[in-house]
């Protein structure tokens, strides 16, 4: 059983900046940020896969404003989040899929929560 614990949420302002962080307790050949808001379906964020330079892909939404990193070495993932918006208000869950041949998400993280006052 993969553990993944995320921390770095908290309350800041629009136009503030926040970087979230997952540590897994092990190895991944995908790790990914998801976000579920009061009333509203988990929607994906960005994500990160493990092979060569570490592909990434993000959500349109999070494109030019958020930053997906990682290091394999020490199993943890970084969401580098700037210009935040109150829209971005949600709990943020860091996600990993195990093998190469997995098409779900199979670890899931407990959530840190982010809060954007306007």
């Known amino acids: 059983q993969m553990q993944l614990v995320e921390s770095g949420g908290g309350l800041v302002q629009a136009g503030d900046s926040l970087r979230l962080s997952c540590a897994a307790s092990g190895r991944a050949y995908n790790m990914g940020w998801f976000r579920q808001a009061p009333g509203k379906e988990r929607e994906f964020v960005a994500a990160?896969?493990?092979?060569?330079?570490?592909?990434?892909s993000y959500a349109n939404f999070a494109k030019g404003r958020f930053t997906i990193s990682g290091d394999n070495a020490n199993k943890t993932i970084y969401l580098q989040m700037n210009m935040l918006k109150p829209e971005d208000t949600a709990t943020y869950y860091c996600?990993?899929?195990?093998?190469?041949?997995?098409?779900?998400?199979?670890?899931w993280g407990q959530g840190t929560q982010v809060t954007v006052s306007s």
């Open positions: 996600a990993a899929k195990s093998a190469i041949y997995k098409t779900e998400y199979d670890y």
């Open positions: 990160i896969t493990w092979t060569g330079w570490g592909y990434t």
